[in-house]
């Protein structure tokens, strides 16, 4: 018996009943072992016995139920670099809708993704390299992975290729069919758990071919591999470097193998890449193919004694791209190598070492030195395979390969062997190899330590060499679907392979990338659609004056309006300022300047070079006391207490006093006219309405000044005419010495004592909101260690500066237990920090060259230099205030609805009021006997 499992696309259900029909109808077949039919992903998995029955048939007798069926394949994919579940919605979301993919699931604990696929619409290599386009280490898992060599008889054309080909990769356990009409061969990878090399060979021969295995065996090769994984170089391109066992391998003749290298034009993307390696890769004699979109060449190893490099250029040439052979002799290189009976495996290993710790064996005036990426090492074992051939090569001096930075440092003698020679020989040996850097002979022995300690630093552009190139423009993009570092490290990377941009600076907090590109080759709104293809949205910022920022500066010493134009007239003439304005009487000037070519440093430096002293305005919000509402919330708890003290009297005495008249005592007059109820509480009263209600009749007084009606304009005026009202008509009893009238005194310092004490708790509501923001902020030190570094990237000098000081492009260091003064990104040195004040988890983060740190983290264990890339307003935590605050001014639909009410409430009850009171002096002018005396 010979267990199989097969995957096959249901189409045509409706419910379980269909669901328990196949099920039922299928299971009594012979051969079936067990099925298991999905509803919902529209799948049946089968286990079948393969010497009874075969997958094409049980999806024929479901056909032939009325349903659609197809038979799919099944892959298993490692996925590295996955940080969160959103990296794993994302992966799902992005390859469930690629045309051809049936179901997939990621895991990620596991590192990995099953996906069930139409191998006649794509592959698992396919959805592999994808995954990996999206910024994740993808590979597909392969378990014990066999590769048969079958002699194919009969063909006569590439249609009969094709024709084998395409019938043989639909076979259950097929991985992959290279079929060579020349040597008359088909070379198939297969699983030798699913299929065979014999029925393979049959299956050939079923279509009319005749097909046969070697009579030898060592005209069979087995590569036995335990869940091979392709190795992706830059690009997102895998190259297959399996650590494979040989098991027997045939004693072949020594071969010629040849290296041509063709420089190709018109690749746009990393799909034209892959499609020239694909087709050219698949023509007889041509062992392997590397193309550099960057560079735009193509490397070619083949066996001349099958093809030749003018067939392989007309074949690119075929494709649609320009492809030339180069004029001179020495790009074209031919290499005698032995083939290789097995292939060494070791472990792996991380070298500790950097480039910039180097040190040619010999000098002179003849050697050059070039800087290449080599991908493809797997471990050490790789690295002294390249190290010790290079050696033996005439012409070089010394080598050195890190395995961990994928490097590779050569120097040699160009009037013996070329660079073009060096990443040749070692492409032949199975890598890929990209140039880097290049020094000639005449500048390598002046400046070889300045190059190789370079090095260890990533490049960067100064602000100077930013501003002096003027082919550049920049563009902004809001980009939304982030969530996470990782999305943003995604983005900044795939980017920055993209031709024509020159730099990209992507924020998580504020959803903005800013992006620096060259617009003779690229457009915004392109961009745009390659951050899409990432699977983000992103759209270009038409906003004017995005990008821009503005500082307040004190500015001493000027004593007439000359001195205002004089500083005016001269920061204007700085590169990146965008407007100056400068007040004489207040000693203060407000600068608009671009933080890409000009930083707030710069500015207080010519100013003071004018002859006076400047410096940074304190900035009442640049402390976290703004957020704590502590002033406001102390003013109305005030006015509440001193409301309280007098409203508390008023309220006890209106109990006593209408106590007292329900049992008809008689009132107590002071003086005629004025009874002691009304004078006590008019001395009650008065104190509230004058101090305790000032709050009331300033905010009255400023919304009537623009013309608006608010909720204290009505308080004010419901206040002051009841206190009004009483005072006159107290008056006037006492001057006609009447009895003493009804009044309304106690109506200040209810409502005040009230609406004070709404006020007061909403406050201290809004006080809690933001209080763990003002911690937050005040996390940010108020300081940071500013670095001075020569061209050859040594420190030349350190001091400490204001963080408000730390402008863009800055090099900062961070000392184990200091706090990262802004946002940046690491350029020397490793260490973890502390995240969580971001983050929430306090296990510490790694950081290394390359590696984004957050301002206010904690730096752990070791020194490191970072290059600022968000300071000011722009850093993470100061961007959670902003959202924040925004959050909090934001209205919802229900809300702003109620504000345009109360809009039209206050005039509304203004003039309710108005008619209500004519119409009583009406009545009583009419005649007063219509008014009931009780009222």
């Known amino acids: 018996m010979e267990r199989r499992r097969a995957v096959i696309d249901v189409d045509g259900m409706t419910c379980n009943s269909c669901v328990q029909n196949i099920e039922g109808h299928v299971g009594k077949l012979r051969g079936i072992q067990s099925i298991k039919v999905s509803l919902e992903a529209r799948m049946a998995r089968v286990d079948f016995d393969a010497t009874l029955i075969d997958a094409d048939e049980i999806a024929a007798r479901i056909d032939d139920m009325g349903f659609g069926a197809k038979v799919l394949e099944e892959a298993r994919i490692s996925v590295e670099g996955m940080t969160c579940q959103s990296c794993v919605d994302n992966i799902e979301s992005f390859i469930g809708r690629k045309p051809g993919v049936h179901w997939i699931k990621v895991s990620l604990a596991e590192r990995k993704a099953d996906v069930v696929f139409d191998p006649l619409r794509t592959s698992g290599k396919e959805i592999s390299d994808t995954i990996d386009d999206m910024g994740f280490t993808a590979a597909v898992m392969r378990d014990a992975a066999v590769t048969a060599v079958i002699s194919v008889e009969g063909m006569t054309c590439q249609s009969c290729v094709h024709n084998i080909e395409g019938h043989v990769a639909k076979k259950a356990g097929v991985a992959s069919v290279d079929v060579s009409l020349e040597r008359k061969r088909a070379t198939i990878v297969y699983d030798p758990a699913v299929t065979s090399a014999e029925q393979l060979c049959a299956a050939i021969d079923d279509m009319g071919f005749e097909a046969t295995l070697p009579e030898h065996s060592d005209e069979f090769v087995a590569l036995a591999t335990e869940r091979t994984k392709t190795t992706p170089s830059k690009g997102g391109l895998g190259s297959s470097t399996p650590a494979a066992?040989?098991?027997?391998?045939?004693?072949?003749?020594?071969?010629?193998?040849?290296?041509?290298?063709?420089?190709?034009?018109?690749?746009?993307?990393?799909?034209?890449?892959?499609?020239?390696?694909?087709?050219?890769?698949?023509?007889?004699?041509?062992?392997?193919?590397?193309?550099?979109?960057?560079?735009?060449?193509?490397?070619?190893?083949?066996?001349?004694?099958?093809?030749?490099?003018?067939?392989?250029?007309?074949?690119?040439?075929?494709?649609?791209?320009?492809?030339?052979?180069?004029?001179?002799?020495?790009?074209?290189?031919?290499?005698?190598?032995?083939?290789?009976?097995?292939?060494?495996?070791?472990?792996?290993?991380?070298?500790?070492?950097?480039?910039?710790?180097?040190?040619?064996?010999?000098?002179?005036?003849?050697?050059?030195?070039?800087?290449?990426?080599?991908?493809?090492?797997?471990?050490?074992?790789?690295?002294?395979?390249?190290?010790?051939?290079?050696?033996?090569?005439?012409?070089?001096?010394?080598?050195?390969?890190?395995?961990?930075?994928?490097?590779?440092?050569?120097?040699?003698?160009?009037?013996?062997?070329?660079?073009?020679?060096?990443?040749?020989?070692?492409?032949?040996?199975?890598?890929?190899?990209?140039?880097?850097?290049?020094?000639?002979?005449?500048?390598?022995?002046?400046?070889?330590?300045?190059?190789?300690?370079?090095?260890?630093?990533?490049?960067?552009?100064?602000?100077?060499?930013?501003a002096d190139n003027d082919d550049v423009e920049r563009c902004y993009l809001h980009v939304t679907g982030m969530t996470c570092a990782s999305c943003v490290a995604n983005i900044e990377r795939n980017m920055m392979k993209v031709k024509g941009v020159e730099s990209i600076l992507v924020a998580l907090m504020s959803q903005k990338a800013e992006i620096e590109y060259d617009p003779s080759l690229i457009l915004p709104s392109q961009i745009a659609n390659y951050v899409k293809e990432l699977g983000f949205g992103a759209e270009v910022i038409e906003e004017e004056h995005v990008g821009e920022t503005a500082i307040e500066v004190t500015i001493e010493g000027m004593t007439c309006a000359a001195c205002?134009?004089?500083?005016?007239?001269?920061?204007?003439?700085?590169?990146?300022?965008?407007?100056?304005?400068?007040?004489?009487?207040?000693?203060?000037g407000k600068v608009k300047f671009d933080p890409i070519l000009i930083g707030t440093r710069d500015i207080l430096k010519v100013i003071d070079d004018l002859g006076f002293p400047a410096g940074l305005a304190k900035n009442s919000r640049a402390g976290a006391a703004f957020l704590s509402h502590k002033g406001v919330t102390r003013q109305w708890r005030n006015t509440f207490l001193f409301s309280l003290i007098f409203g508390v009297p008023v309220m006890a005495m209106m109990i006593y006093f209408m106590v007292s008249m329900s049992h008809c005592n008689p009132m107590i007059y002071v003086v005629d006219g004025l009874s002691l109820e009304n004078f006590l509480l008019f001395l009650l009263c008065t104190p509230v309405q004058i101090l305790g209600g000032r709050y009331f009749y300033v905010q009255a007084y400023k919304a009537l000044k623009h013309g608006a009606t608010n909720m204290d304009v009505l308080i004010v005026l419901a206040t002051t005419i009841a206190y009004v009202y009483s005072v006159i008509v107290c008056v006037i009893a006492m001057a006609l010495h009447l009895p003493s009238p009804v009044q309304f005194f106690e109506t200040t310092p209810m409502l005040m004592l009230f609406v004070s004490l709404g006020r007061w708790l909403e406050h201290i509501a809004k006080g809690k909101t933001s209080e763990a923001l003002a911690k937050l902020l005040q996390l940010q030190p108020p300081e940071g260690v500013l670095v001075e570094m020569d061209t050859n990237g040594h420190v030349v000098s350190e001091k400490t500066i204001s963080v408000d000081l730390i402008q863009r492009g800055d090099v900062l260091k961070v000392v184990p237990g200091a706090k990262v003064p802004v946002d940046g990104r690491v350029i020397e040195g490793a260490s973890t920090c502390d995240e969580s004040l971001i983050t929430g988890e306090a296990m510490p983060v790694t950081k290394k060259a390359g590696s984004q740190v957050i301002g206010g983290s904690i730096n752990q264990n070791g020194t490191i230099l970072f290059e600022a890339t968000h300071v000011g307003q722009d850093t993470t935590l100061n961007q959670i205030v902003k959202l924040v605050e925004e959050a909090q001014t934001s209205k919802a639909p229900i809300q702003a609805f109620a504000d345009k009410i109360a809009g039209y409430f206050v005039p509304m009850v203004m003039a309710v009021s108005s008619i209500t009171l004519g119409v009583w002096i009406g009545v009583g002018y009419y005649d007063v006997t219509l008014i009931k005396r009780s009222y």
Not at 564 to 588: C, F, P, S, W, Y
């Open 245 to 466: 066992t040989l098991i027997h391998v045939r004693p072949y003749e020594a071969a010629q193998v040849t290296t041509a290298l063709i420089n190709v034009e018109g690749m746009t993307c990393q799909s034209c890449v892959k499609n020239i390696e694909g087709t050219v890769g698949k023509r007889a004699g041509v062992k392997s193919v590397t193309v550099s979109l960057e560079m735009k060449r193509a490397t070619i190893a083949f066996d001349p004694a099958a093809t030749s490099a003018e067939q392989l250029c007309a074949a690119i040439d075929d494709m649609g791209f320009e492809a030339t052979l180069p004029e001179h002799s020495d790009e074209f290189v031919a290499l005698a190598v032995e083939r290789t009976k097995s292939a060494p495996v070791a472990s792996r290993a991380s070298p500790t070492s950097s480039l910039s710790s180097l040190t040619p064996t010999s000098t002179g005036a003849g050697v050059s030195v070039i800087k290449v990426k080599i991908y493809g090492m797997h471990c050490k074992s790789c690295v002294f395979k390249i190290e010790s051939h290079a050696k033996e090569l005439a012409g070089i001096s010394d080598v050195k390969v890190l395995l961990r930075d994928e490097e590779g440092m050569v120097h040699y003698d160009g009037s013996v062997i070329s660079k073009e020679t060096i990443m040749a020989e070692i492409v032949s040996l199975g890598f890929r190899c990209e140039l880097d850097t290049w020094l000639p002979a005449s500048s390598a022995a002046e400046s070889r330590d300045s190059a190789v300690g370079a090095t260890a630093r990533p490049t960067r552009r100064t602000k100077k060499q930013k």
């Open 564 to 588: 205002v134009h004089n500083i005016e007239t001269n920061v204007m003439k700085q590169r990146g300022v965008i407007d100056v304005k400068v007040a004489l009487a207040t000693g203060r």
